[in-house]
């Protein structure tokens, strides 16, 4: 089965360090998200591309955060510099057009 | 404004009946809406979807409901099992592409 692949599973990370995160969308998919997840705000969407470019970043803190696709096979989330509420799972997603979108199995940031 | 929202963060089945997880959305101009369902430790996974010219849907087990009077979906399970326990989250799709979930809801099956 096709899927989307997220790097680390698992980040364990001090406050103040960088931290990215990487997906591999799936092949022929042109659209890919990032989400955020937290007890307390559920599923937030911090960006999303389209063919490589960004179409909507408002979701994301500016100061700290930023999402690249350097190819049509890898898309980066970067945390500079990290802090504790910072820490969630975060969700790559990819998809074509309308259709099904799907999710990868998220990494886990823990920033202490 | 752009917000889907869950009217029950908690719904509890025995197994064997029939679960109805509610949705409301607050954009109208959304054309298209997408259950999905999120077990422990992964990621959302697609159910099923339905398109605003349609009022329902059906898949295997699942019936998607959509009202686009008073902007509510439902999710509807039948013969609801133990592996079926997970959160549920509707979505919406505004501005063509962008995926906006809704808050969940918590399904738990008991014997």
């Known amino acids: 089965d096709a899927r989307v692949t997220q790097t680390p599973r698992d980040k364990v990370t001090e406050m103040g360090q960088e931290v990215t995160m990487r997906c591999q969308p799936i092949?022929?998919?042109?659209?890919v998200f990032w989400y955020r997840q937290t007890m307390m705000q559920g599923l937030e969407l911090l960006a999303y591309?389209?063919?490589?470019?960004?179409?909507?970043d408002s979701g994301m803190p500016k100061d700290r955060f930023s999402a690249e696709m350097p190819d049509a096979t890898l898309a980066t989330l970067k945390i500079q510099p990290s802090e504790p509420r910072d820490s969630a799972v975060y969700f790559c997603?990819?998809?074509?057009?309308?259709?099904?979108?799907?999710f990868g199995s998220g990494t886990r940031l823990t920033v202490v | 404004g752009e917000s889907v929202g869950l009217h029950l963060p908690t719904l509890s089945v025995q197994e064997g009946d029939n679960s109805i997880i509610n949705c409301a959305y607050s954009?109208?101009?959304?054309?298209?809406f997408i259950w999905y369902k999120q077990e422990s430790g992964k990621g959302p996974q697609f159910i099923i979807d339905?398109?605003?010219?349609?009022d329902k849907r059906q898949g295997q087990r699942v019936t998607v409901l959509l009202n686009k009077t008073v902007k509510h979906l439902s999710l509807q399970i039948a013969a609801t099992q133990p592996g079926d326990s997970a959160v549920y989250f509707c979505?919406?799709?505004?501005?063509?592409?962008?995926?906006?979930f809704g808050t969940g809801t918590r399904l738990q099956v008991f014997p």
């Open positions: 997603a990819s998809g074509i057009g309308q259709g099904t979108i799907t």
């Open positions: 954009n109208s101009a959304s054309d298209y």
């Open positions: 979505a919406e799709i505004l501005n063509t592409d962008k995926l906006i």
């Open positions: 339905i398109r605003s010219n349609m």
């Open positions: 092949l022929g998919h042109n659209t």
């Open positions: 591309f389209r063919n490589r470019a960004p179409l909507d």
